[in-house]
């Protein structure tokens, strides 16, 4: 089994920065593209910046520049740096990611989430 842990979220003012973790865990045997997603109330969830195994990103335009994704390979683990938040950026921040296992075609896998609140 593959399971994705999300941390990092919580109460900031606007301004402010927050970090996300989302650690992978299980029988994997590699990890392709890592990414964010997020999902604020009364909308459909949406990417907010991936990265690939090789390094490559790619952000949605509303957080270009503020937010920055890394990844860990050796603690199967993505981050995301969010920086100069702002009220709209309220979310439940959710890691998806592509995990191939020994014996088994790659997967997509969700994490739980983990609600980032905004304050102005």
């Known amino acids: 089994q593959v399971q994705l842990v999300e941390s990092g979220g919580g109460l900031v003012q606007a301004g402010g920065s927050l970090r996300l973790s989302c650690a992978v865990s299980?029988?994997?045997?590699?990890?392709?593209?890592m990414n964010w997603y997020r999902q604020a109330p009364g909308k459909q969830r949406e990417l907010v910046a991936g990265i690939s195994s090789g390094g490559s990103t790619n952000y949605d335009d509303s957080v270009k520049g503020r937010f920055a994704i890394s990844r860990d390979n050796a603690k199967n683990t993505v981050y995301l740096q969010m920086n100069s938040l702002k009220p709209e950026d309220t979310a439940v921040y959710y890691c998806y990611c592509n995990v191939l296992r020994m014996g088994y075609p790659i997967r997509h896998y969700w994490g739980q989430g983990t609600q980032v609140t905004v304050s102005s």
């Open positions: 299980g029988s994997i045997f590699s990890i392709n593209a």
